[in-house]
């Protein structure tokens, strides 16, 4: 693990710079925010569906520009564990920074709205981070659904000749789990803690939309502005006018930041992303209290591969005819493969053992059958390959055999972003647990 220092603008509270320990080297990082203004004229709105900055080429409007940054304070916290920057960029944008010792990472955490339309004109808010070292010349990286790496490159698509109207919000792209960018020399990754659009829009840079709030319906089908408030609405005619009441929405959310030297971002954003899309979740009792009666519990006698998670884990319900013979007790298992082909170290298939899902705490059980099925787990996987349709295609494109994970004994080889299904039978089973579950 690498322990991060930083150096701060202490009048803004803006983060300047990353020192790592292992390397002892500066990484010119700053964070930012901005806003675009929203299209509301003539033709296509911005609104709940469509994303339109009020110009096509608008360059983002910061809020840390001269506007704004007499109106900006910041308080330091520090502790053995935590180093915390609270910083109020604005009337209405806040951000905490956190350093925790042992973390690769720089955790940010924004507060915005509400977003004020007193002047009419809506706003759709970007935090920018930037990178002085970093030069990716328009590429960077998305995630699809959590799983594979898209390449993205500026004001481009593979497969068609782009004419490019809107340069700003055509370059915008999902992002689920992580976002990230590198040169040859360095990287930088930004994981989310929920989906938001993204994009790099000039190099070096990485920005990612939290808030939005617009003054016009984009003709989509909702048939109203996006401006969500707490105080909800009015009713609709002929019982009301329809109205929004009350402010503005607030939304927080917590960005983690990763940068270093090499072409890393992928791996990198591999070894946290499911930490922050997933956080841990705290639970509190009172002292003496029966509720949390044990500290830990795992059902794994030892630790699986850094590359492997474990997805599902259930016990499938026997049928009244099971119990009366005494069969052989099921369980549905789903592992995953977290990283993709070439993505550092970890980017090879691995070997697993089931054995060691079923070897502690109260199971005592010999692994019988074990069956591969399919993702849902519906049928088996050799049931589904004999009546599935096969398009007739060139030999490259022919699916490979090698992608199913057939068991070989109790093990089988998992490859780099595959998820396998299995149905595992057990031969003897004596355990004092009533129910299992999904972890």
């Known amino acids: 693990m690498v322990d991060f220092l930083t150096k701060l603008n202490l009048f803004r509270g803006q983060l300047k710079g990353v020192l790592s320990f292992d390397s002892d080297r500066v990484t010119g990082i700053s964070q930012d925010f901005g806003y675009y203004t929203s299209y509301a004229g003539q033709g296509q709105k911005s609104g709940a569906y469509i994303f339109r900055p009020n110009e096509t080429k608008q360059e983002l409007k910061l809020l840390t520009s001269e506007e704004f940054s007499s109106r900006t304070s910041s308080q330091i916290y ?16 806040k951000s905490v920074t956190r350093i925790k010792k042992g973390a690769p990472y720089i955790e940010f955490e924004y507060t915005v709205g509400p977003i004020p339309i007193e002047d009419g004109i809506g706003k759709e808010v970007v935090v920018r981070y930037s990178s002085k070292e970093m030069y990716n010349d328009g590429v960077f990286y998305s995630d699809s659904n959590g799983r594979e790496f898209v390449k ?5 698509r593979p497969t068609w000749d782009l004419i490019e109207y809107q340069p700003v919000a055509g370059n915008f792209f999902p992002v689920n789990a992580a976002i990230y960018a590198q040169d040859i020399h360095s990287y930088m990754t930004v994981l989310t803690d929920r989906s938001q659009g993204g994009t790099s829009l000039k190099n070096g840079t990485l920005d990612l939309m939290v808030h939005r709030r617009t003054v016009a319906d984009d003709s989509r089908g909702v048939g109203e502005a996006m401006n969500e408030t707490d105080g909800g609405m009015t009713p609709y005619p002929p019982f009301g006018k329809n109205e929004r009441q009350g402010e503005g929405l607030v939304v927080t959310g917590t960005h983690r930041i990763l940068a270093g030297r090499g072409t890393n971002g992928a791996a990198m954003a591999r070894s946290q992303m499911d930490q922050a ?14 509720i949390l009666r044990s500290g830990s519990f795992s059902m794994i006698q030892n630790d699986l591969p850094p590359n492997v998670m474990l997805i ?36 090879k298939a691995v070997k697993i053992d089931m054995k060691i899902l079923f070897e502690k705490h109260h199971i005592k059980s010999i692994v019988e059958v074990i069956e591969e099925k399919t993702l849902s787990g519906n049928q088996s996987r050799e049931s589904w390959e004999n009546k599935r349709f096969h398009w007739q295609t060139s030999s490259q494109m022919q699916p490979s055999s090698s992608t199913a994970c057939t068991p070989d004994g109790t093990t089988f080889l998992l490859l780099p972003m595959k998820i396998c299904t299995f149905e595992v039978k057990l031969l003897a089973l004596t355990t004092n647990v009533s129910t299992m579950g999904r972890l």
Do not use: C
């Open 78 to 93: 520090q502790s053995r564990l935590v180093s915390e920057i609270q910083t109020r960029v604005s009337p209405w944008v």
């Open 152 to 156: 993205r490159r500026l004001s481009h």
């Open 277 to 290: 899309f997933s956080s841990v979740q705290l639970f509190f009792a009172p002292k003496n209290s029966q």
């Open 312 to 347: 599902t884990f259930m016990k499938l319900p026997k049928s009244m005819n099971e119990v009366e013979a005494n069969l052989s007790s099921r369980y549905l298992v789903r592992l995953g493969h977290q990283y993709s082909k070439g993505e550092g170290p970890l980017g």
